[in-house]
């Protein structure tokens, strides 16, 4: 029996192997990934390397084996059907016969484009007949900390969210949450609605950038059209800034808030602040 996670040198992927590697032994450890050589320090550690692509569906034929519990992280290729791509490794599971398959959904609520996708592979993964897990994860931290350069150049967060709120948590509070899964027992067939804590709003955000920077850094709430016009004016593919806008009028709407405690039950910790996500980008 083997744990095994895909999308395995990603940014969620790393950090769900790091914790399992605390938690049972290398050689129980499978990282499937697209580019072996950005898994070497893994390969160097005893975890097995897989190679396998979602858009080669042959080289998932011989990836999962009897009796083994799979992570599947949620492709990030939105112009490629990752439906499409997610029923691949679903069939190959099934095929298989795996105890369980968790997949990183979004949450329940979310009624924004983004999360149509993640509805269709719930539904695929449901009519499969496989053992799951749904862990809808709610927003990461560091989508925001991760990108804070023209925050800080114009001492502005621009979004158009409204006062909405949203219940972030770092990805590593995430993937405790998925290791606990794939280590512990009785998670079949059952949803996990995951997110922060404390629900934070922009202009929350922009008070604690303004503090911990020593800045007077505003929150600037757009039309979600203006926003995709600076998002597209930045480089970004329409249809991907017309998501993300889809994402800020649904936080507007309170679809990010998550009130289940899941998260930090699961993992057994209490989420990950955004000002302590902010202090580490502004470290690094």
């Known amino acids: 029996m083997s744990i095994v996670v895909t999308g395995a040198t990603g940014h969620l992927g790393r950090h769900v192997v790091e914790q399992l590697l605390e938690k049972v032994p290398a050689d129980q450890i499978t990282a499937v990934v697209r580019t072996p050589e950005k898994a070497a320090d893994f390969a160097e550690r005893g975890v097995k390397i897989v190679v ?25 290729e939105f ?14 599971a099934k095929a298989a016969g795996v105890a369980l398959l968790a997949y990183t959904s979004a949450p329940g609520p979310l009624a924004a484009a983004l999360a149509d996708d993640h509805r269709g592979t719930e539904e695929a ?3 499969s007949g496989v053992p799951y897990a749904l862990l809808r994860n709610g927003w990461y931290n560091e989508n925001y900390t991760e990108n804070l350069a023209p925050v800080l150049e114009h001492n502005a967060v621009v979004a158009a969210a409204g006062d909405g709120r949203i219940s972030a948590a ?67 593919p329409e249809p991907f800034a017309a998501i993300l806008a889809g994402v800020d009028t649904s936080i507007a709407q309170g679809q990010l808030v998550v009130s289940s405690g ?11 602040p955004i000002s302590e996500s902010i202090a580490l980008a502004l470290k690094g």
């Open 79 to 92: 112009e490629k059907g990752r439906v499409g791509q997610h029923k691949v490794v679903i069939e190959a």
């Open 170 to 236: 770092s990805r590593a509070d995430y993937a405790a949450a998925a290791v606990a899964v794939l280590t512990g027992e009785g998670h079949e067939n059952q949803t996990y609605e995951l997110g922060g804590d404390e629900a934070w709003s922009f202009a929350e955000y922009a008070a604690e950038l303004s503090r911990q920077t020593g800045k007077e850094i505003t929150y600037n709430n757009v039309p979600a059209e203006t926003l995709i016009g600076i998002l597209t004016g930045a480089g970004l």
């Open 125 to 127: 993964l449901l009519a």
């Open 262 to 272: 899941d998260l930090s039950r699961l993992s057994g910790r209490t989420t990950t």
């Open 52 to 76: 396998a692509d979602y858009n080669t569906p042959e080289t998932f034929d011989t990836v999962f084996a009897a009796g083994d519990k799979v992570l599947l992280i949620s492709g990030n």
